[in-house]
């Protein structure tokens, strides 16, 4: 089971750290991934993060204004957005891939998934 948590209304400019808690399963034996899905539009990759949090893969869009991470002993996974923009309002999800050597782009790799959280940027 995946929780996402950590949305809320901010500012352009503004900052936001979404927090994902699994609990289950054995955390570390999956890589982890954030995407988003604004109304409308289909669901896109934000960022993903290996097993062992030594690698971490980027949407362009993103890149350089959010970062992923993992803590295994809390079974968490973490997506600190800085520089928020008006399109990074989205419902952000967080996802469990098991298959192993892989940080997928794609949702329909991912296993297990949270039940969003909101993300409101304002201008």
């Known amino acids: 089971q995946l929780q996402a948590s950590g949305g809320g209304l901010v500012q352009a400019g503004g900052s936001l750290r979404l927090s994902c808690a699994a609990s289950?399963?054995?955390?570390?034996?999956?890589?982890m991934g954030w995407f988003r899905q604004a109304p409308g539009k289909e669901r896109e990759f934000v960022a993903a993060?290996?097993?062992?949090?030594?690698?971490?893969n980027y949407a362009d869009s993103v890149k350089g204004r959010f970062t992923i991470s993992r803590d295994n002993a809390k079974n968490a996974v973490y997506l600190q957005m800085n520089s928020l923009k008006t399109e990074d309002t989205a419902v952000y999800y967080c996802?469990?891939?098991?298959?192993?050597?892989?940080?997928?782009?794609?949702?329909?790799?991912?296993?297990?998934w949270g039940q969003g959280t909101q993300v409101t940027v304002s201008s």
């Open positions: 993060i290996c097993r062992s949090g030594g690698t971490t």
């Open positions: 289950g399963r054995t955390f570390s034996n999956y890589a």
């Open positions: 996802a469990a891939d098991r298959t192993i050597g892989r940080m997928a782009t794609t949702p329909r790799s991912y296993d297990y």
